[in-house]
């Protein structure tokens, strides 16, 4: 079953963000470096067609290096965007950001005309920390629960540099069923909202393609190839303390074990969508959502 994700306050979200739109130079979106593509809000681009545009990968500590740097590429071919990695929490290349941004936007920057940048991200994609790296003290809370900064907030980074963080929550809309699985795997949308088993279960689908030897190693396991997904999470479960009285595997405790290794890192540097196949999962997602739009429309006029 697909993962059904509809947080309300959007509306108010899209109003705030369209009204602070005409002062701002510069958009940065900041995604996860592990799923560039499935965190990466369809709306904000509608939003900000035309504006200046920098993407930033955050996490890439946790992120395959690799398709971090197809990633990067793909974002860089964009018109007017630019794009680069960091982790949220290091100085250096946090301020990397204002030169990019400036670089973005050459003709503003001075006391008399700042650079006005907004800056937006799903929730727990790493912003706060962000923020916070760049001004330099816990000026905003972090948390680990999608949703915490709530408030518009101008931080003034240079005299001439004003960032303004994004009001209200910009939640992920889902338009490919896969993201829905990568965004609920890296804590990007609430746990209300799915199932750990069966997200786990695509998580066990994705990684074990290209990283089954990891997987192998982490939890002492032989060959993988003899096992389906359903398989191997009973696998790990037994082999993590998930068995129950009369042998049985406690499978939701071996999802969440599987969801938590993946965030912690334990499984190494994993990236789950390469931009070739999540420009391809784009294109299906939104041929299906033309075709329910057409059913809706023709069962609207009367039709079958
Ligand atoms: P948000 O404002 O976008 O909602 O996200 P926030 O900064 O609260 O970050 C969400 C979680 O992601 C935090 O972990 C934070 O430490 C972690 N994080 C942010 N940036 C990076 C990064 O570049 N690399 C890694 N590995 N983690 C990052 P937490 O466990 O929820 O909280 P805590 O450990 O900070 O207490």
Not at 82 to 108: E, T
Request: charged share 25%; hydrophobic share 45%; net charge positive.
């Amino acid at each position: 079953m697909a993962i059904q994700w509809f947080p309300g306050h959007m509306h108010s979200t899209k109003k705030a963000i369209v009204e602070r739109l005409p002062d701002i130079d510069v958009v940065i979106e900041l995604l996860d470096a592990r799923l560039p593509g499935s965190s990466s809000n369809p709306l904000l681009a509608e939003l900000t067609a035309g504006k200046p545009a920098l993407k930033v990968l955050n996490k890439q500590d946790l992120a395959d290096p690799e398709l971090t740097t197809a990633w990067l590429a793909h974002f860089n071919a964009l018109p007017g965007t630019r794009a680069l990695a960091l982790d949220a929490s290091v100085a250096a290349p946090a301020r990397a950001l204002i030169a990019a941004c400036r670089a973005l936007a050459p003709l503003r920057g001075g006391m008399v005309k700042p650079l006005r940048v907004l800056i937006c991200g799903i929730p727990n994609v790493g912003k706060s920390t962000l923020i916070n790296t760049l001004v330099g003290q816990r000026a905003t809370l972090t948390g680990d629960e999608p949703g915490i900064t709530k408030l518009e907030q101008k931080i003034v980074l240079a005299p001439d540099f004003y960032l303004f963080d994004t009001p209200g929550m910009l939640w992920p809309r889902i338009t490919v069923e896969r993201s829905g699985y990568h965004l609920a795997a890296s804590g990007g949308i609430g746990r209300n909202a799915y199932d750990e088993e069966e997200v786990a279960l695509a998580l066990l689908a994705n990684v074990r393609v290209r990283h089954a030897d990891r997987l192998r190693a982490r939890y002492k396991l032989g060959d993988l190839d003899g096992l389906t997904d359903d398989e191997l999470l009973a696998e790990l479960g037994r082999k993590r303390g998930g068995l129950m009285a009369g042998g049985r595997v406690n499978l939701q405790k071996a999802a969440e074990i599987a969801i938590n290794d993946f965030r912690t890192g334990a499984w190494g540097r994993i990236t789950l969508e390469s931009p070739d196949e999540f420009v391809q999962w784009w294109a299906q997602g939104q041929a299906l959502e033309a075709e329910r739009r057409e059913k809706r429309e023709k069962r609207s006029r009367g039709g079958k």
